[in-house]
């Protein structure tokens, strides 16, 4: 669901920029700083699953589409709404700037349709209501398949709105919603599967994270060391090796886009706006699609061309190291950050 550049004006581009920089300075204010210390390398090692994960397309069967993780509920689940939103800016901008994964004027609509859904409307509204104080394997389930397809249909449907109002006309709204909905059902329904596995496994080894997350437990916590080597290892793995098997076929909005438009891209202005973010983006993407440059311009992309699967490609596996230690450095600097950010707000003492 990451979206490009050419399906989005600059003036809609500004504004969803706006919001989610807005919800990342809320975030950042309303993470108690002792708390955030406590957080700072779940937050790392989580950022880094979430992003080798999202590098995995799996295919959705019939369809001739495929869809990733979002992991926007399970951050919030494992995090808090705060420090998982700002989990999900850096993954997102890391995507952007050094793997020309969504466009730079987009970024800040990817950020609100992949983050404020999940970690400000399904978590406080319907996830933690459902699972209660007493969570359980059955309401952790609900939760998360719930919370996991109505993130995706929320999500979606925020990027029908910002390319109607972005005045697309090649993605008329009608036609286009009736696309994107139900290929993100599905897609919603793996996560929500997905989420409630991973959700569970912590639980079971340390369900005082949940509680942490939920603003539940303030005390001392045991530690988190076996929870975070298994996940530190499942998200090497993703992204060193199980990157190797994502599904050749078009994501879910791609693969709307070409039923709706007759291609899973649309050209982006050529001068302006576009053009210069284009220009950076260039320059400052070190793997552009997750591969070296001259390797991503060589190979054949669709399926039916015959790509070979799975995709053994040093540069991907490069990728999803390189990405994930950048992930885990950015949230190490958000924990920095937010205290001296608490110590900047501390009175002076006579």
């Not at 970024?107 to 409307?121: E, K, R």
């Not at 059955?138 to 390319?163: D, H, K, N, P, Y």
């Amino acid at each position: 669901m990451h979206m490009a550049d050419a399906l989005v004006s600059p003036s809609v581009g500004a504004t969803m920029w706006a919001a989610s920089m807005g919800l990342a300075a809320y975030s950042a204010r309303r993470i108690e700083p002792e708390v955030a210390e406590r957080k700072v390398p779940l937050m790392g090692v989580m950022g880094a699953f979430v992003f080798a994960a999202q590098m995995i397309n799996f295919t959705i069967p019939v369809t001739g589409s495929s869809g990733h993780l979002g992991g926007g509920l399970i951050l919030a689940i494992l995090l808090g709404p705060h420090a998982g939103f700002l989990v999900m800016f850096s993954i997102l901008a890391v995507q952007a700037l050094f793997f020309a994964d969504g466009g730079l004027l987009a970024l800040g609509c990817n950020v609100f349709n992949l983050g404020f859904w999940p970690c400000f409307v399904i978590y406080p509204l319907l996830f933690k209501p459902l699972v209660g104080r007493q969570p359980s394997r059955s309401r952790i389930l609900a939760g998360s398949m719930l919370g996991g397809v109505l993130c995706l249909q929320l999500g979606a449907f925020g990027v029908v709105l910002e390319t109607l109002t972005s005045g697309i006309s090649e993605l008329p709204f009608g036609t286009f919603v009736l696309l994107m909905q139900p290929i993100h059902l599905a897609i919603g329904i793996v996560e929500g599967a997905v989420t409630a596995a991973l959700v569970s496994f912590v639980w079971q080894a340390r369900p005082e994270v949940i509680d942490l997350a939920a603003g539940e437990r303030t005390g001392s916590m045991p530690s988190l060391k076996p929870v975070l080597v298994t996940l530190g290892i499942v998200a090497a793995l993703t992204g060193g090796v199980l990157s190797w098997f994502a599904s050749a076929h078009p994501d879910g909005l791609e693969w709307s886009m070409f039923r709706t438009s007759g291609s899973e891209e649309l050209a982006a202005p050529a001068d302006g706006v576009h053009a210069s973010l284009a220009g950076i983006q260039e320059r400052t993407a070190i793997l552009p699609d997750y591969d070296f440059a001259a390797a991503e311009d060589a190979q054949a992309t669709p399926a039916e061309e015959g790509a070979a699967w799975p995709a053994v490609r040093a540069g991907t596996s490069l990728s999803g190291i390189v990405g994930g230690s950048l992930v885990l450095l950015l949230a190490g600097l958000i924990g920095m950050s937010l205290r001296l950010l608490q110590r900047s707000r501390q009175p002076a003492t006579p």
